[in-house]
Structures are given as C-alpha cells and as structure tokens.
C-alpha cells in the first residue's frame, strides 16, 4: 500500500495540467504562486494544509511569504490590481492600433461570409471606410450615391453577375478610372479574358489570401489616387486656360478698336462709325444664320475697313471742299495703303501711291484667322453687287460674304450718321437708298438679312450716337460716304 503524499508537498510542487510529456510549456503548469484546493488526509496536521511551518519549528523559514491585507501595504506598493493593467518594468507596450488608411473601398459579394472576411482582413491592415452589400442589384445604385475609391466585386451573382456591373460601370465617365479587382473562384481564361476587356484592373482567387489582398487593395487605391489628382490638375488647367483666352480675347478686341480707332480719328472725327459698322455686320451675320465664330469676328474685323486711311495724306484726306480727280482715286485706293505702313517706300513712287487700297488689305493679310477676314474686309467692301465697284472689280458671289456685309453696314451707317459736314438723313430715307441698290450696289440676300435685323440695328445706333459739335471745319466726305 502507498504512502499518500503531503498536502504542502503538493502544495509546493508543480502540478501538470497539460498533456503529459510537455514539460516544457510554462502555460500546461500551475505552480506555488496559484495553488489548488487540497482535500486534506486524516491526521494531517494544518502546517502542512496551509504549507506554513508549525509554530514550535525549528525552521522558522516559510515556504511562501504570508499574504498581507492590501490595506496594509505600503503606500508606494504596487496593488495586484495595478500589476495586472501595467506591464511590469523592461516588458514590451501594446502595439498601437493602425493608423486609419484613406480610400473608400466597395464589397459585393452574394455571400456574406466572404464580405465580413474581406473586410476583417482590411480592418486589420488600418482601412476603415467601407460600403458592403450582399444585393447585387443594388450594386451600381449603391456605387452612384457613394462614390467608392475601389471596388471588390464578384463574379457568380444571382439576378445581376459581376460582368453585367463592370460593363454597366465602364459606360459612365464618371467611374472610368475606378479600380475594380475581381473576386472569383472560377479559373475560366474566358471569363478573365472578358473582365480585362470590360476593364477589370485586378483579380483575387477565393479563397482570399489576406497577404495578397493587401497589397493589392493598396496599390488600386495609389493608383486611383494619382488618377483623380490628374483629373484634378487638368481641371485646374482648363480653367486658367479658359480665363487666359478671355484675357487674350480682351486684349486682341482692344488692339482692334484702338487700330480702327487710329484711322478713324484722321478722318474727320467719325466718333463712333466703326463700333456701328461693326456691330452693324454682326447683326447681319447672325441673322444670316451664320456660324457663332464668324459673327464674333466680323464684328471686329469689320472695324477696321478703313484702316489703310491712315496712310492717306493729310492734305487729301483732311482737305476741305471737292477731291479732284486725282486725289479723289487715292482715297478709293485707301484699302492698300496698309502694306505701306508696316514696309515704307519712297515717297517718289507715284505708282505705289495710286495703288494704297491694296497696302490696308496687305498689312491685315499675314495673321490670325480674325486678320485675314479683316484684310478681306479692307479690300472688298467697296466692290458693288454688279461689279462695278473697285479696286478688283468682283460681282455677285465672287466678293466674299465679309465684303459684302459689311459694304451694306458702311453705307448705312454713313447715310443715317451725323457727321461735320452733313446732316444725318431720316432713317426711311436711308432704308429706301438701300433698296434701291438691291442687286446693283448690294447683295440682295445680305440686304434682307439688315432689314430683318432692323428692330437690333436701331438699338445699336442709339447706344453708340455721336454727339458733333456744330462749329467744326467742313472737309471732304471720306470714300464710303
């Protein structure tokens, strides 16, 4: 029969709760620090229960230090309680908790074990923003309000599949540079083949490896990232490039009006002619139904048919009473004086001279698409319907449809103006002066295009009105008049 062994032998030695044989695992013991209930043998004394020596020992060495009331420990005494919330001194802390990653990330997936797998596998790598469902129907409407960074998405859906929302997504602009990594477990080359045409940026094999979703997920969400600042910086873009063309647009209609300007205050301070004459062709153009470009030009190239006065001398030009003969063809050839301006020649080359219509034309002919209309403008607003108008003697359609325009705007606004010299006539009167040269001095299309835009030219005359004083030196009328 054998000896039963001590309560304080059991007390004091460690007792196996593992398997047996794993010696070796701290976590299969329990020990001295955490004993066990005894059940005590008859006859054991109560020295051996509790492990503490007998009062009359000679060993007066506990096996265990005496628990002392946590009333009566020491002020700077740690508690039990504290050493369970406070790693001991030298232990290493917590890890932190991940930094929340930016990016919204969109899961659908009929099965919504794999949505919360999904998702628990980038919660633990720091992504917080997520937009689940389980109703593929509700996949693209979910998508519209909430505007996602990426897109999980599967494939094998009841009612609405996973190509069918790749295919529906690719058609809104809106959604073109969405990442969308797929979510399959069909190997089918087919089916991969057709989620690349329609766009898929990623796949992801079933069951989802957290260690390649990851990275995955993060490399999509870069890339989503540096697209939207690039559409960002091309909007940026388009708007200083949209406020730099009024800018120039601006400026080029103020270099413009200060050029008609220059050769209109040479010829006998015609205050506002060319601003009507202007938007006189404007208001045709538009009621011909032409297009929006050519109206916005016309109506500034037009303001500079006269431009070639200025190389118009001044003792013809500003000479007052009758043009002889002579003097009276430079001023027809007004229209070429412009090529003069920018190269001079001799003032002994009589030939020249007589042919400066043609030097306006010349100066405006090598530009811009709005110079080149104004250098036609310069050149053929004084050719007549029926070809006998100069310098080129065109007819009918041969002369351009700017030169025909703005002749009906020029004489109109010389006949109804007020200038030094003339009184302004009555505007029937001026209406009856342009019908009669219907087909003869004037396109007859042109004309009725002015007389349907009558009620628009009588508000540009009142707003743009000369004011003459009534004192002013006669001089000679100018070529258009």
Known sequence: MSTPTPAASLAASPIPVGMPGND?????????????????????????????PAADSPDQTPHAAPATPIAQQPADSPSPIHSLSKPATGALPLAPRPTALPGKIMIVDDEIANVLIVKKYLERA?????????????????????????????????SIDGIEILRE??????????????????TDEKIKLMCLELGATDFLLKPVDPM????????????????????????????????????????????????????????????NHVIRVGRFAGLIAKTMGLPDWFVRDIEMAAQL???????????????????????????????????????????????????????????????????????????????RFDGTGYPLGL?????????????????FDALSAERPYKKAMPREKCFKILE???????????????????????????????????NKPTFAASPSE
């Open 24 to 52: 070796n695992t701290a976590s299969n013991f329990v020990t001295a620090a955490s004993p066990l209930p005894v059940t005590p043998q008859p006859g054991t004394p109560a020295a051996e229960i509790t492990g503490m």
């Open 126 to 158: 720091g992504y917080r923003s997520f937009e689940t469902t389980t109703d593929s129907t509700a996949a693209l409407r979910i998508a519209q309000a909430t505007n996602p960074d990426c897109l999980l998405l599967d494939i094998n859906m009841p």
């Open 169 to 186: 997504l690719r058609k809104n602009p809106r959604f073109r540079h969405l990442p969308v990594l797929i979510l399959t477990a069909n």
């Open 212 to 271: 390649d979703l990851t990275p995955r997920v993060r490399n999509s969400l870069q890339m989503k990232s540096y697209q939207d600042r690039l559409q960002h910086h091309a909007a940026e873009l388009e708007v200083k490039v949209e406020q730099r063309t009024r800018e120039l647009e601006a400026s080029r209609r103020e270099v413009v009006y200060c050029l008609a300007r220059a050769a209109e205050m040479r010829d006998n301070d015609t205050g």
């Open 305 to 383: 048919h006269d431009v070639g006065k200025i190389a118009i001398p001044d003792a013809i030009l500003l000479k007052p009473g009758k043009l002889e003969a002579e003097e009276f063809e430079i001023i027809q050839n007004h229209v070429k004086f412009g090529h003069q301006i920018i190269e001079p020649h001799a003032g002994s080359d009589a030939r020249l001279m007589r042919r400066h219509v043609e030097f306006g034309s010349d100066m405006l002919r090598n530009g811009s698409a709005l110079m080149r209309l104004a250098a036609s403008i310069a050149q053929t607003h004084h050719e």
């Open 395 to 411: 007819a009918g359609n041969d002369i351009p449809i700017e030169g025909r325009i703005t002749a009906v705007a020029d004489v």
């Open 436 to 470: 009669e040269g219907r087909g003869t001095h004037f396109d007859p299309t042109v004309l009725d295009a002015f007389f349907n835009a009558t009620k628009d030219i009588v508000r540009v005359q009142l707003d743009f009105m000369d004011h003459v004083e009534p």
